[in-house]
């Protein structure tokens, strides 16, 4: 029986499942399975997987149904004490899981351990740093308040607590990883591992690039968060609701800047400042939304993609004489 059980759901993943697998199949701790889970995939990815040669990884395949059916599919086949998830696009560094599997082993009340994510490009280039939180022990309203696992590739989970808890849930894609951490986090212990160790790809076509679906998704969340937290954390719907509008703000102005994510930007931006007025107060943050809502809503996507193109490569220059 493996320690650990890797799963990948994978849908059309043909650009960037061999590069996945090979972060999984380069970890420093080796006893884990990699269970690919094909999702009704129709192009190439079931051919790239077949190359693969490797006894620890096991192909899957069923029709389409989605990321959190897929994952439900993973766990009905693993056999690990462990479980890991890891998106599709998505990398790891090497010592990833044996630095997990080492703080749970350190920190057995804790049921779940988790590393900082940063963000990469398309082309797997680095393009920024996430929020590097560090919280362990009671998380939940921690959580709550600001998702900082940021990524459904990140944990490492205790096998027996995912079984306590159920599986994930389909009713709140795309938010079904924070449903999950908030799940886990209301009975069990969590604990950090401070390094960046999950590479998070940001892509035009994923589905976090939805954010109507994800503004529905977060609601429903919370809806099933209110429904079950503790009077003593009531108070705290406003601060919640303005962050994660805060987020849903900065990703919807994330991918191309057409008319559309810029007018849904507005709506955002303008139920943040109602939980939130505060935000107002971050001068430089508020400069780079407003101005990133302008070129949304005023210029065609090819003249504002240009534009901010050429501003993105003159900060860069600027980095590089500073340095």
Not at 162 to 187: I, K, Q, Y
Not at 239 to 245: A, M, P, S, T
Request: with cysteine.
């Amino acid at each position: 029986m493996p320690l650990i059980s890797v799963i990948i759901p994978a849908y059309n993943a043909e650009k960037t499942i061999q590069e996945t697998i090979e972060s999984v199949l380069k970890q420093t701790l080796s006893d884990f399975e990699l269970l690919v889970i094909n999702d009704g995939s129709t192009d190439r990815t079931l051919e790239i997987l077949s190359q693969i040669k490797d006894e620890r990884l096991r192909v899957f395949s069923y029709p389409n149904a989605g990321v959190a059916p897929t994952r439900n599919r993973g766990l009905t086949q693993a056999t690990g004490e462990y479980i890991s998830f890891l998106d599709a696009d998505d990398l790891w560094t090497p010592d990833k899981l044996e630095a997990q599997l080492k703080a749970l082993q350190e920190n057995p009340q804790a049921a779940v351990a988790y590393s900082w994510t940063d963000w990469i490009d398309e082309s797997g280039q680095f393009l920024r740093p996430g929020g590097h939180i560090t919280e362990s022990g009671q998380v939940y309203e921690k959580l709550l308040v600001r998702d900082f696992i940021e990524s459904g590739s990140n944990p490492l989970i205790r096998q027996t607590v995912l079984t306590e808890v159920g599986e994930f849930d389909s009713s709140v894609t795309p938010c079904e990883d924070w449903d999950m951490w908030l799940r886990l986090a209301a009975g069990y212990e969590f604990v950090a591992v401070p390094s960046a160790q999950i590479l998070y790809r940001i892509s035009p076509t994923s589905a976090s690039f939805n954010v109507w679906k994800m503004e529905a998704g977060s609601l429903r969340v919370l809806e099933k968060a209110w429904a079950q937290a503790p009077p003593s954390i009531q108070h705290l719907k406003r601060e919640i609701l303005g962050n994660r509008y805060k987020y849903l703000t900065l990703k919807a102005l994330e991918g191309n800047l057409e008319r559309r994510q810029g007018l849904v930007a507005v709506r955002f931006f303008w139920q943040a400042i109602l939980n939130d007025p505060a935000w107002l107060r971050r001068g430089k943050l508020m400069v780079i939304v407003l101005f990133k809502i302008g070129l949304a809503t005023l210029l065609s996507p090819h003249q504002a993609q240009g534009i901010r193109t050429s501003l993105r490569n003159s900060l860069r220059k600027e980095r590089q004489l500073q340095n």
